[in-house]
């Protein structure tokens, strides 16, 4: 029992690198090439956007195969299958000069990287049966990481490299790191897979009820995410601070959600996933619009490590209440779902800020709707709260 808690330990760094590496490039990590792709190529920033919001597009159709995949094939072959596709299909994008050669490349990447994702945290909560939301929270915190890290690092090698280097270097450095990392994951003993025989254990709400409310949650949560997340840095470049300056804003601001993922992580373990959850969005719906109104580099500075640790705890409780309200058989798949709307939202929120940027010269509209889809979210969040609570306390 101690070495099998012992290599639940290494499943969890493994994924924490893993996810800082990959998520942190599909995710965000194109913020910081914005700028240099309009000057090369003189595109919209909508259509740069898009390019993000392809490898998002990815992320949610591949989400869902992924995860259906995980319930039935080795975890090992899906993380390898991730990694190598990331890191090729990035490299790739160092020599793209049309647009639909990204969205492709990008698209690959999230389709096949989804597998570094859901699963992957799937099997860090099934090697803790108890306080998985600590567990959780710490993988989590390295895809904090890698989107605070992975733009703040590429800013200073498009410097050096240019975008073209920059994109080779991140595509090789992933190779390197993900492969050897897939090939320690495993499954712990009596691990639980989806089949005739498998056994469903009482959950608050049936499978599909939950998988449809959750859907549509993180979806609004996402787009909120999103916009900060993919158009801070462009943001402050548009008050004439240097790339290197607004990109270290947004490392502050993910080096604070890193403290975030785990606080929420025990937090959902101390008053239930769904309450931390609201906790997280209340505090991100509020605080996103907050950044349309500062005007100086050293406010960037104090707010963004607020604004961070309190939206960090978002992602861990979509994925502790997922797991609360999923049975173990067929975790993966209904996991695969719910993210797949998470990235959809991701998508979204991308890009209506570039989109609503480039009708009002702006960000104002963009941070505004990011705002109101956080509120509508905790709306749902509410009354899902209220049913399964309802439910729980009925007698059996």
């Known amino acids: 029992m101690l070495r099998h808690l012992h290599y639940g330990h290494v499943i969890v760094v493994a994924v924490a690198v893993m996810l800082a590496i990959a998520m942190g490039q599909l995710v965000n990590g194109l913020s910081v090439f914005f700028v240099p792709l309009e000057h090369a190529f003189g595109w919209p920033r909508a259509a740069v956007a898009l390019i993000n919001a392809s490898g998002l597009f990815g992320l949610a159709l591949g989400g869902i195969m992924m995860g259906s995949l995980a319930d039935r094939t080795p975890i090992r072959h899906i993380a390898l299958a991730g990694a190598v596709a990331v890191g090729l299909c990035v490299s790739l994008a160092a020599g793209a000069d049309r647009l639909w050669q990204f969205y ?31 567990a959780i929270g710490i993988a989590a915190a390295g895809q904090a990481a890698g989107q605070g890290g992975v ?45 005739p025989g498998a056994h469903a254990e009482p959950t608050p709400l049936p499978r599909a009820v939950a998988i449809v409310w959750l859907s549509a949650a993180v979806l609004l949560c996402c787009t909120c995410m999103a916009v900060p997340l993919m158009h801070l840095v462009p943001l402050i470049q548009g008050l004439c601070i240097a790339a290197t300056d607004a990109s270290g804003v947004l490392f502050v601001m993910l080096l604070a959600a890193i403290l975030g993922r785990v606080a ?35 406010m960037f500075y104090v707010f963004a490590p607020v604004y961070g640790f309190g939206y960090a705890g ?37 890009f209506q ?43 059996a």
């Not at 490349?105 to 998985?132: D, E, H, M, Q, R």
């Open 104 to 134: 492709l490349l990008f698209f690959l990447a999230g389709l096949f990287g989804a597998g570094l994702f859901g699963p992957a945290i799937t099997l860090v909560g099934s090697w803790f049966p108890s306080g998985a939301g600590l």
């Open 151 to 195: 733009p703040f690092a590429t800013a200073f090698l498009i410097e050096v490299l240019g975008w073209r280097g920059a994109l080779l270097a991140q595509g090789l450095l992933t190779l390197g790191v993900l492969v050897p990392l897939a090939l320690l994951l495993r499954e712990p003993l009596g691990a639980v897979r989806a089949g």
């Open 264 to 298: 929420f992580g025990k937090l959902a373990d101390i008053i239930g996933p769904i309450p931390a959850y609201m906790t997280a969005s209340l505090w991100q719906s509020v605080a996103v619009f907050a950044f349309t109104q500062i005007g100086s580099l050293s």
């Open 353 to 395: 800020g570039g989109y609503f940027f480039d009708l009002t010269g702006g960000y104002t509209a963009g941070f505004g709707n990011a705002a109101l889809a956080g509120a509508v979210n905790l709306i749902l969040l509410g009354s899902l709260l209220l049913v399964v609570r309802r439910r729980v306390a009925l007698p």
């Open 314 to 350: 978002v992602m861990t409780s979509v994925l502790v209440t997922a797991r609360a309200l999923t049975p173990a058989a067929g975790r993966a798949t209904a996991i695969g779902i719910i993210l797949a709307f998470a990235w959809l939202g991701h998508a979204l929120g991308g």
